[in-house]
């Protein structure tokens, strides 16, 4: 229902009635997965999007659920909602910490790596937190990065922000696990570079 | 006036209507139903393909605020002042052709006229676009041998001060913004347009010699013969090729796009609504937004069209 | 009968002869396309330049005579109006089979690839059969067997997780030199090495036009050329600048991160670098003819090969025509760009930009409404085999994409240069549909013959900054689509069950990590262009 065209708010209502209807007969997996797609109608498929109900219902599903992985990804939308929103820098701070409480209680690979992935880029763009991000980094790294590209930027974000705080060692293991891999990139001469200078002592 | 024929009378040979079925099922498939779909995706997050989302009058909000668009009418309105100005030539051609005493010549003149129709019209563009190519372009090539860039050159620096006309450096017709507008009004020259001769010299030829006779009687000159009994009398002719003219100057881009790219070219001058409308669908994916653009368009065209009925009158 | 009559009868036999002879030709046409016995499969591109028709000729007989039954047709469709024609073929459910991918193609949204064209991935993965007597090639995955690894767009999409096309070429661009014309202007046997040298070449040039009274520039520009120089220039001035705008630490060109810098004042018009890159664009556009940026490819391109201009920047593309059609001969060199040791611009730069992320290009994605999905993988196996990409390459002077295929002697100074640093970035950032319109409409006050550097500045300055807003909302917009698009297939792959099923497992922890950094992305960019009202 939410893929007919043309996208409707009658389409995507029906679509959310639908759902409802699901998530109220029965709290089994497939409930679940209906009360996960109706937040995800809130967030994304109606056209003035309602954040808050959103991620209320993520919320409340993982509250439910906390062990299922579906509710686990919906922690995961409820974190970035929540860590995107315009809000002042005290409030968001203790939205990170509320957040980074919620990713050390998920146990399914691909939600606590995304959500780790998020708090990184939080601490990179809005903190300016080196240190904080690489520590999220490497939690969503140790899981493993599931595209190639993304893989990439990775390793070269680890080993930057490792060489900017003086972590000579894990700067070095991860430029080098860049080089070996990825030798037709763009990056991978100026990594070298790095390679060597941090091998001679260099920061 | 039309003659009211009784419904009876009108549906007795109604097989003979069928004969319309072919032309009403073609103008409704190439015309009407792009048309009636363009109306319907304005209303439409639309990037072009199959998934599109309802999103209202936004994107006529969004016109609204929209400085390119409304900037572009601008260019626009120039251009269908200068193209109006540009149908005397047509006209006086037509004139000319008319008057010629010999038949044969006449002939020959209609002939002249239309075997440059055969060229397509992107040949001619590009032959254009060459003309105007400031090193190797015919133009420029003329306006220095004639020495009349010395004299664009004297007029910029001693009078009027455009800064676009220097000494030693050829005219960028295309990529300086203040001759981009010139250089389309330019465009055409000697701006006689073949199906606007014809369309002139059609009803000329329906003027009586009869007319023509009085009027030497009462000693009208060839100016006043002009004045006084051809124009009038091609006025049905000039009328429609004036709303022919205006919807096509409005709704026309391809000259711009080729000339100038999808940008409009330099400082955006040659920027029309139509242009607009085509780089919001294919260089920024906007489709939906596109439609409605041309839904403006659409009204703006109307609007002009029945200006034009109401206010350019046929005396018969 | 008068000679009126009989003209019209003549006429008029003309006339029903010719309709005789195209309503045959339709008739039969459409016969073959339903002879059981022949299967015609279309493959369309843009590549109108000199030798790419005629290999594709070739080696589509070549394929003909060992798969009887088989018919292969070539579409060649102008690039100046591909993008409209690959969308209303797409659209209207008459697209070819093959159709080429790419910069003709414009922005290849996700909905575009995932609607109308088929993932090739399960192919992908297997080896290619034409490969079987290649040696190393033999067993690999076809993947891994060009140059590139398929990693890139839009052979591969990172946002939908699969593979959408197959490469045969790829493209590096350099600056073409009229060797004779350079022999007697400079006298000398090596191209210019250095910017400097560069600089110094042009100087000569000039000054051997006004000595010998010849009509002969230093460089031949047009809108489609100019950019490969200057906005080479321009970003080996940005080099450092981008390293100090990268927000996420990926010691490489983020256009999202540049133009955020821009609306964040981490630089501006007035930053050194970015006026010492301008610098250059100003000094390299007068060395080019007066109005380059009305003209296009084709008129610099007959400007160089007429001798009326010394150097030209264009493309590996290009070789083959330029060669083709110039009666002198062509020297290759890759554009020399300031050095870290010039004493003016040497502060901004990192070094040579490395070539090494060149990703392989001429790509051909296989369209969803093809009848002939099967024999359409088959023929580009054969094409993107060793020996089938040896013989385009040898064929069509183009550079090859596949591993162990030998570059032809001419195109090899087009070989991607691995060694070399981070590229900067440009004012008219890629993918920026706007900033790009802005900046293009301005660009004459900078290269103009009477343009300047201040005078630019005054120019763009005002829209900028709004254009590279409207870009990254609808960036963000996009981005959302992107995501949103998703949860169809994220559900799809949960049903079918992650427990038991790996290559389910696999595509939902790669679509669910797309899909969550998409829409991350996508809200951080609308953060910030609302913190900036």
């Known amino acids: ?203 | 006036m039309a003659i009211r024929v009784s419904n009876p009378k009108a549906l007795h040979e109604w097989r003979l209507y069928l004969f319309l079925l072919p032309s009403f099922l073609l103008i409704g498939t190439f015309s009407y139903f792009p048309a009636l779909s363009a109306i319907y995706h304005s209303f439409f997050d639309w990037q072009g393909g199959d998934s599109r989302k309802f999103i209202g009058l936004d994107n006529f909000r969004r016109i609204a605020t929209d400085k390119v668009l409304w900037g572009s009418f601008l260019t626009i309105a120039i251009l269908v002042i200068a193209n109006i100005v540009k149908m005397i030539p047509s006209i006086v051609m037509a004139v000319m052709v008319h008057r010629l005493k010999s038949d044969r010549w006449q002939y020959w003149y209609r002939v002249l006229l239309v075997v440059p129709m055969i060229v397509p019209g992107l040949v001619t563009l590009f032959i254009w676009k060459f003309f105007f190519d400031p090193n190797m372009g015919v133009l420029n090539r003329v306006l220095d041998v004639t020495g009349l860039k010395s004299l664009l050159v004297a007029l910029d620096a001693h009078l009027f001060h455009w800064g676009v006309f220097l000494p030693d450096v050829p005219i960028a017709w295309l990529s300086q913004p203040d001759l981009i507008i010139p250089a389309l009004i330019l465009w055409g020259f000697p701006w006689i347009g073949a199906v606007g001769v014809l369309i002139y010299l059609a009803g000329l030829q329906s003027i009586g010699v009869e007319v023509y006779e009085a009027a030497e009687l009462d000693g009208a000159g060839p100016f006043q013969r002009f004045l006084h009994i051809e124009l009038p009398l091609i006025t049905t002719q000039i009328r429609l090729s004036l709303v022919l003219l205006v919807i096509g100057t409005l709704q026309g881009f391809g000259l711009q796009l080729l000339l100038l790219g999808e940008g409009g070219g330099a400082g955006g001058r040659g920027m029309v609504p139509g242009l607009w409308m085509f780089n919001r669908a294919f260089v920024a994916g906007e489709f939906g937004y596109a439609c409605a653009i041309g839904m403006v368009l659409f009204v703006f065209i109307l609007v002009l069209t029945l200006i034009n009925n109401k206010y350019v009158r046929v005396d018969k | 009968m008068n000679w009126e009559r009989i003209s019209n009868m003549i006429g008029l036999g003309l006339l029903g002869v010719c309709f005789c002879i195209a309503a045959n030709r339709v008739m039969s046409r459409a016969a073959e396309q339903r002879d059981p016995n022949l299967q015609i499969l279309k493959f369309a591109h843009w590549q109108l330049e000199s030798g790419v028709r005629a290999t594709f000729d070739e080696l589509a007989r070549e394929y003909e005579r060992s798969h009887p039954g088989v018919r292969i047709e070539q579409l060649a469709i102008p690039e100046r109006i591909f993008k409209n024609w690959h969308r209303t073929q797409l659209i209207g459910g008459n697209a070819p089979d093959l159709i080429q991918l790419g910069q003709g193609t414009g922005g290849l949204t996700d909905e575009l690839l995932a609607r109308y064209y088929t993932p090739i991935s399960q192919f992908v993965e297997l080896p290619n059969p034409y490969n079987a007597g290649s040696g190393e090639l033999a067993g690999l995955p076809w993947r891994e067997t060009f140059l590139d690894g398929l990693s890139n767009t839009p052979a591969y999409s990172d946002s939908l997780v699969e593979y959408y096309g197959i490469p045969a070429s790829m493209f590096t661009v350099r600056v073409y030199y009229n060797a004779d014309l350079f022999q007697k202007i400079a006298g000398a046997s090596q191209p210019p090495r250095t910017y400097e040298d560069f600089i110094a070449l042009c100087q000569k040039t000039e000054a051997y036009r006004t000595a010998e009274g010849e009509s002969v520039l230093p460089i031949a520009g047009s809108k489609y050329n100019a950019p490969y120089m200057i906005d080479a220039l321009f970003a080996s001035m940005t080099q450092r600048l981008t390293l100090k705008l990268d927000t996420f630490h990926i010691m490489g060109l983020d256009g999202n991160s540049v133009a955020l810098g821009f609306l964040d004042g981490q630089w501006n018009w007035q930053t050194p670098a970015v006026e010492a890159g301008l610098n250059l664009m100003n000094a390299v556009g007068q060395l080019m003819q007066p109005g380059f940026l009305q003209l296009g490819r084709d008129d610099a391109l007959f400007y160089f090969v007429q001798g009326r201009a010394l150097l030209l920047a264009s493309g590996s593309w290009d070789s083959s025509s330029i060669e083709a059609q110039a009666p002198f001969k062509i020297g290759v060199f890759t554009m020399p760009l300031p050095r870290t040791d010039h004493s003016q611009y040497g502060q901004f730069v990192l070094g040579h930009p490395s070539e090494a992320g060149t990703g392989t290009g001429l790509v051909f994605g296989l369209t969803a409404g093809s009848k002939n999905q099967d024999l359409a993988i088959d023929f580009l196996r054969f094409i993107s085999s060793q020996p089938g990409n040896t013989r385009f390459a040898e064929m069509s002077g183009w550079l090859p994409a596949v591993v162990g295929v030998p570059p032809n002697d001419r195109i090899a100074p087009f070989m991607p240069i691995t060694e070399g640093y981070t590229a900067g970035f440009v004012p008219a950032l890629s993918g920026f549909a706007d900033t790009a319109r802005i900046v293009s409409n301005h660009m004459h006050r900078l290269v103009g013959q009477t343009g300047s550097v201040a005078e630019f500045i005054e120019g763009v300055q005002p829209d900028y900054g709004e254009a590279l807003a409207s870009d990254l909302r609808r960036k963000a917009k996009n981005g959302l689509r992107n995501a949103e698009s998703k949860d169809t297939s994220l559900a799809a792959n949960w049903v079918l069950g992650l427990e038991d099923n790996a290559e389910a497992r696999a595509k939902f922890d790669q679509l669910i990590e797309a899909q969550n950094a998409q829409e991350q992305s996508a809200y951080y960019l609308r953060l910030k262009l609302e913190s900036k009202r």
Do not use: C
């Open chain 1, 1 to 203: 229902m939410l893929n007919v065209q043309p996208k409707t708010d009658g389409s995507v209502e029906r679509a959310a009635g639908i759902l409802r209807e699901l998530s109220e007969e029965a709290d089994d997996p497939y409930g679940i997965l209906a009360r996960y797609y109706l937040g995800r109608i809130e967030q994304i498929h109606r056209a003035k999007p309602d954040w808050e109900k959103a991620a209320a219902i993520y919320r409340d599903l993982h509250t439910a659920h906390p062990e299922h992985p579906i509710a686990q990804i919906g922690a995961v939308k409820y974190g970035i909602l929540r860590l995107s929103e315009r809000v002042p820098s005290a409030v968001l701070s203790s939205r990170v910490a509320e957040i980074e409480r919620l990713a050390g209680s998920l146990d399914f690979p691909a939600a606590r790596r995304d959500l780790n992935l998020a708090l990184a880029q939080v601490y990179l763009t809005i903190f300016r937190s080196d240190e904080k991000a690489l520590e999220h980094l490497m939690v969503a790294e140790s899981i493993g990065i599931a595209r190639l590209k993304n893989r990439a930027d990775v390793w070269v974000r680890i080993g930057d922000l490792a060489a900017s705080l003086g972590q000579r060692e894990v700067a070095l293991q991860y430029f080098q696990k860049f080089v070996e891999r990825f030798q037709r990139d763009s990056r991978t001469y100026t990594i070298g570079e790095r390679i060597r200078e941090l091998q001679q002592g260099a920061p």
